[in-house]
């Protein structure tokens, strides 16, 4: 077994965080809810996906974001386009055909590390939830969008579990906090851009 420093484990760590927590796999096209391929009511949605809420390691974060909702939830859902906005990922390739539904799953390399994500739910313009394990640890993230008077208020959340977690909870609770705050403040930068704000 290879032992990693704690600078590498940070960095792999880190990797692992967008992996498992930043599949935000949808195409361009319009997604599906979660139970049907017709669009159910809100109101009747309760599949909700949460996170662990005892795991050792959460991260939460949100940002406002000045764009229209389907800007935001267009370039957050086209997978296969996070590259070109998210410096941190090389590449994703989706392995299910067509826009990215519950049990969609998508490959993608940041910073060295190959990831492969599940989606678990999608909610068109509100929720999006995905996850899996990587190298001992299982991660559930989960996004929601909030149309407000101001723009759409965008809110992440991650749970980490496994011995790795638990063996180097902090450094691994870092490098998620540092992903998550990464990753909502390029998507704000990206839609604000696309928005011409």
Request: hydrophobic share 40%; aromatic share 6%.
């Amino acid at each position: 077994m290879r032992i990693l420093t704690a600078a590498k484990f940070a960095a792999t760590t880190s990797v692992l965080l967008l992996a498992t927590g930043t599949a935000h796999a949808l195409s361009a096209d319009k997604p599906t809810t979660t139970a049907t391929a017709t669009a159910a009511p809100a109101a009747t949605h309760t599949d909700d996906v949460h996170i662990d809420p005892g795991a050792p390691v959460i991260t939460r974060d949100s940002v406002l974001i000045h764009a229209p909702l389907h800007t935001i939830w267009k370039i957050q859902t086209d997978v296969e386009n996070w590259p070109t906005w998210q410096p941190d990922v090389d590449v994703v390739v989706k392995d299910t055909p067509g826009r990215l539904r519950p049990g969609s799953v998508f490959r993608w390399t940041t910073e060295g590390l190959n990831i492969t994500s599940t989606v678990k739910q999608v909610d068109y313009g509100k929720r999006l939830a995905w996850g899996g394990p990587a190298q001992g640890i299982t991660a559930v993230h989960v996004w929601t969008f909030t149309p407000t008077a101001d723009g759409v208020l965008v809110h992440t959340e991650e749970s980490w579990t496994g011995d790795p977690v638990t063996a180097n909870q902090a450094t691994l609770q870092a490098a998620l906090d540092n992903s998550l705050h990464n990753w909502v403040n390029n998507l704000k930068h990206e839609a604000e851009s696309q928005a011409g704000k």
